[in-house]
């Protein structure tokens, strides 16, 4: 009997174990590619704080001073260069959907995080479907 619990316990170690990792794994694998709407309000807050006296309130910008962010050819093809304009601020000539704007863009003064929530509220709004941006990508970006 003595040996017949231990072989049962090693069995029942070895059972418990692995359908533990399995667990984990799948908690891994399973990734929510929606925003939460509590992350969309947050960036829609700070788009209406930081970003809405230039770029307007549904996106539209003013045409030949600041780049409209609704439906731009510009943000959809050069996210992680915009994040660096918005982040770091600059003055490099950019063209949005075949108009030239030479403005300066000033840094935000957001943190890593206020940018998630706000790019990922811009990317995600006005018609736009862009996708979405994590904290390590805002943090990889340099200046």
Same mark, same amino acid.
């Given at each position: 009997?003595?040996?017949?619990?231990?072989?049962?316990?090693?069995?029942?170690?070895?059972?418990?174990?692995?359908?533990?990792?399995? $667990?984990?794994? %799948?908690k &891994?694998?399973?990734?929510?590619?929606?925003?939460?709407? #509590?992350?969309?309000?947050?960036?829609?807050? *700070?788009?209406?704080?930081?970003?809405?006296?230039?770029?307007?309130?549904?996106?539209?910008?003013?045409?030949?001073?600041?780049?409209?962010?609704?439906?731009s050819?510009?943000?959809?093809k050069?996210?992680?260069?915009?994040?660096?304009?918005? $982040?770091?601020? %600059?003055? &490099?000539?950019?063209?949005?959907?075949?108009i030239?704007? #030479?403005?300066?863009?000033?840094?935000?003064? *957001?943190?890593?995080?206020?940018?998630?929530?706000v790019?990922?509220y811009?990317l995600?709004?006005?018609?736009?479907?862009?996708?979405?941006?994590?904290?390590?990508?805002?943090e990889?970006?340099?200046r």
């Open positions: 009997m003595n040996k017949l619990n231990v072989i049962f316990l090693i069995v029942a170690i070895f059972v418990i174990s692995c359908g533990e990792s399995k $667990k984990k794994t %799948s &891994k694998e399973v990734v929510s590619t929606k925003i939460l709407m #509590n992350d969309m309000e947050k960036g829609a807050q *700070l788009y209406r704080s930081k970003c809405m006296n230039c770029h307007m309130t549904k996106g539209g910008g003013i045409e030949k001073v600041f780049p409209p962010l609704a439906n050819d510009y943000l959809k050069n996210t992680e260069d915009a994040m660096k304009m918005v $982040k770091f601020g %600059s003055n &490099k000539p950019i063209k949005v959907n075949g030239k704007y #030479n403005g300066l863009m000033p840094a935000s003064g *957001l943190t890593d995080k206020e940018l998630v929530v790019f990922n811009i995600n709004s006005w018609g736009n479907d862009y996708g979405q941006v994590s904290l390590e990508q805002v990889a970006v340099k």
